[in-house]
Nanobody, 114 residues
Framework: QVQLVESGGGLVQPGGSLTLSCAVS????????MGWYRRAPGKQRELVAR???????IYVDSVKGRFTISKDVAKNTVYLQMSSVKPEDTGVYYC????????WGQGTQVTVSS
């Protein structure tokens, strides 16, 4: 059974930093392309970043240079380091297998506000 457990969200001021974690089980993690997704208030869920099994990362333009996705295969965990955050980064963040999406976890709320 696939489990995706996101954590690390919170309230952060504009320009601040935050690191999100997603603990993954039930997926062949080392061979998967994992993605971080965001659902902003009133908008549909969108892909923010993804990383394939070789460690190649792709980012949506709005977060390039500010967010970094990484994976710890030994811990079956994918991370999203967020820096220079902006109010438009506010939303619920989720992780999932990019090519074989499973039931979504509960997500973790990120609120960027002063």
């Amino acid at each position: 059974q696939v489990q995706l457990v996101e954590s690390g969200g919170g309230l952060v001021q504009p320009g601040g930093s935050l690191t999100l974690s997603c603990a993954v089980s039930g997926i062949s993690f080392s061979r998967s392309t994992m993605g971080w997704y965001r659902r902003a208030p009133g908008k549909q869920r969108e892909l923010v970043a993804r990383m394939d099994s070789r460690g190649t990362a792709i980012y949506v333009d709005s977060v390039k240079g500010r967010f970094t996705i990484s994976k710890d295969v030994a811990k079956n965990t994918v991370y999203l380091q967020m820096s220079s955050v902006k109010p438009e980064d506010t939303g619920v963040y989720y992780c999932n297998d990019y090519y074989q999406q499973n039931a979504w976890g509960q997500g973790t709320q990120v609120t960027v506000s002063s």
